[in-house]
């Protein structure tokens, strides 16, 4: 293994110089831990947020309520959820990647465990929406991981994250199959959170992320974070100093203050920030492309679960087939994975290649399962895993788009619009039309998203700002 040996005069680098010597040069520990911890908090937040789907008619049993309080609870839980993105984005790019991490999965975990003890239904409410407020930082894991991985293999090894996601929503299937027949839903939440208690300690193994820093202007701490990757990664950092090479805008502003005030008032800033002129048109693009992919994986999945293999509203379900279902947002991932970093295969390569391969895979199979014929279940499995793809590629482009400063604020306005297409999906799968319409509409919302995938810009093997 070529290492780099230490000297009295090491010269000055760039940021994204080093980080690619610490991944060339090293043993690649370090990137397993990240990627380990950070799939690990992914599938956390997939198993969480995917316990609607059991617990709210489950609920409903247990305080014999009628089907308008799982409508109550699914929207105040959105609800949460709505905020918690809108304010901890932002918050992100203002006191650090990790910090926030630390704070919501903390948060996370404590009232989802104690939503498993809420004696009545209102606490209950009231414990998820608080839950689901932290979850809304589910989008700073992936812009950390994207920080400090290699140009080279970015793509590739983000996604990782993106497949935790689907083990997520596998394992939530499978815990809810082995605990709520025989032992309740109670018992399901507590030990669907308990096992990601042990997240926590390995997450204070990391540490920030040293492009954070650097456009902090905060310059020896992001050297210091990169000498601590290297030891952790078995070699040693090959520079003396950094080289400027950001735009630096929130440092060259001075050191923001962590008052709440100060904090809120610097995530308005960068909200604003997403609209100035160097930003704006990618805003606008983004943010329609993650309405519709959102509209259309939401309808997929929604139909997937409450019209192909509904119950009667009540605390029963086809765990078998659900299960079946969700495997394929694990395989379809999995199988693009070795694409998102080679843009120079034609059509399918790069971020924007796999994005319209999954988009335009996923089309007439979902119009063909919309109708009542052999293999129905085969093309709604084909659907949900191409459209499964484009969303998740949808969310390691994006945040390459944009300079470290409103990285996970532009993440975080993309997704607070796509609660519309998830609104809209809603209203569509539980409306009175036939599942053929329904389908056929789906598939011209994920059409247009195709066509607008023509103008994405290509960031696979293109260094971050």
């Known amino acids: 293994m070529a290492t780099n040996t230490s000297t009295d005069a090491k010269p000055p680098m760039t940021l994204n110089a080093v980080l690619d010597d610490i991944a060339a040069t090293g043993n690649g520990l370090w990137y397993v831990r990240v990627i380990f911890i950070m799939a690990f908090n992914q599938v956390m937040l997939a198993v969480e947020v995917n316990m609607l789907t059991f617990v709210t008619y489950c609920a409903e049993e247990t305080w014999d309520l009628g089907d308008t309080a799982g409508d109550v609870l699914v929207d105040c839980v959105y609800v949460g959820l709505f905020f918690g993105t809108m304010l901890w984005g932002p918050i992100a790019d203002v006191i650090g990647r990790l910090y926030t991490l630390w704070i919501t999965m903390a948060f996370t975990l404590l009232f989802n465990l104690l ?41 590739s090894q983000t996604n ?24 309740g839903w109670r018992v399901y939440i507590a030990v669907g959170t308990l096992v990601f208690v042990l997240a926590l300690p390995v997450l ?54 962590l008052s709440i005030w100060g904090v809120l008032k610097k995530s308005v800033v960068n909200y604003r920030g997403l609209f100035e002129p160097e930003n704006r048109t990618n805003t606008i693009m983004m943010s329609s492309a993650a309405v519709l992919s959102s509209m259309s994986y939401t309808a997929a999945l929604l139909y997937d679960n409450d019209v192909l293999l509904g119950s009667d509203n009540s605390c029963s379900f086809n765990y078998k087939e659900i299960t079946v279902l969700a ?23 790069g971020r924007r290649g796999t994005i319209q391969l999954g988009v335009f895979a996923s089309i007439v199979p979902m119009v063909l399962s919309g109708y009542a014929i052999t293999g129905q279940y085969v093309w709604a499995y084909l659907a949900r895993a191409g459209i499964l793809v484009a969303y998740n590629i949808i969310y390691v482009l994006l945040p390459e788009m944009f300079s470290t400063s409103h990285r996970v604020t532009a993440i975080a306005f993309a997704t607070l619009v796509s609660y519309l297409g998830g609104a809209l999906a809603c209203w569509l799968i539980y409306s009175d039309l036939e599942n053929s319409v329904m389908m056929w509409v789906v598939a011209a919302t994920t059409l247009v998203l195709g066509f607008m995938t023509c103008f994405f810009p290509e960031t696979a093997q293109v260094e971050l700002s």
């Open 160 to 183: 990782f994250i993106n497949c935790a996601w689907g083990v997520g929503t596998v394992a939530c299937s499978v815990v809810a199959w082995l605990t709520i027949p025989t032992y």
């Open 204 to 257: 204070y193994t990391l540490c920030e992320s040293p492009r954070w820093l650097a456009d902090q202007g905060r310059h020896k701490e992001a050297l210091e974070a990169l000498e601590y990757m290297a030891a952790a990664n078995g070699t040693v950092v090959p520079c003396s100093s950094l080289i400027t090479e950001f735009s630096e805008e929130t440092g060259l502003q001075g050191p923001v203050s």
């Open 327 to 349: 495997t394929s947002e694990v395989v379809a991932i999995s199988l693009v994975t070795p694409l998102l970093d080679r843009p120079e295969i034609p059509l399918v390569g």
């Open 115 to 155: 939503s498993a003890v809420a004696p009545t239904f209102a606490i209950f409410v009231l414990l998820r929406v608080l839950a689901g407020f932290f979850e809304g930082a589910w989008i700073v894991a992936l812009t950390y991981v994207i920080e400090i991985l290699p140009v080279e293999d970015r793509g």
